[in-house]
């Protein structure tokens, strides 16, 4: 994320310059801790990574259907490395 720090170059920064920025920091900080959460629930075993079959459950109960062929190109998508678990670098990806 690039965050400008001094927006009008003046060489100041001022009160609510400083505040937009950490506002920034504080909902990108919110964002990836959220991220890491949903995939803690996910991870049952605290192993890192998460078996497809879990995740293919999880597609099955969302709130919208999808068939199949949707829920295969997901896993697939996420799957990367084809190892059958999905890491916490590819669920990031998702």
Known sequence: MGIQIDPHVSGFLKLPD???????????RNYDAQIEDAFRCFD??????IPRQELHAVFE???????EEEIEGLLDE???????VISYSEFCAI
Do not use: P, Y
Request: aromatic share 0%; net charge negative.
């Open 18 to 28: 400083l505040l937009d920025m950490m506002s920034r920091i504080i909902l990108e």
């Open 44 to 49: 049952k075993n605290g192993l890192g990574s």
């Open 61 to 67: 109960n969302l709130g919208e259907k999808l068939d």
């Open 78 to 84: 996420a799957d990367a490395d084809n190892e059958g």
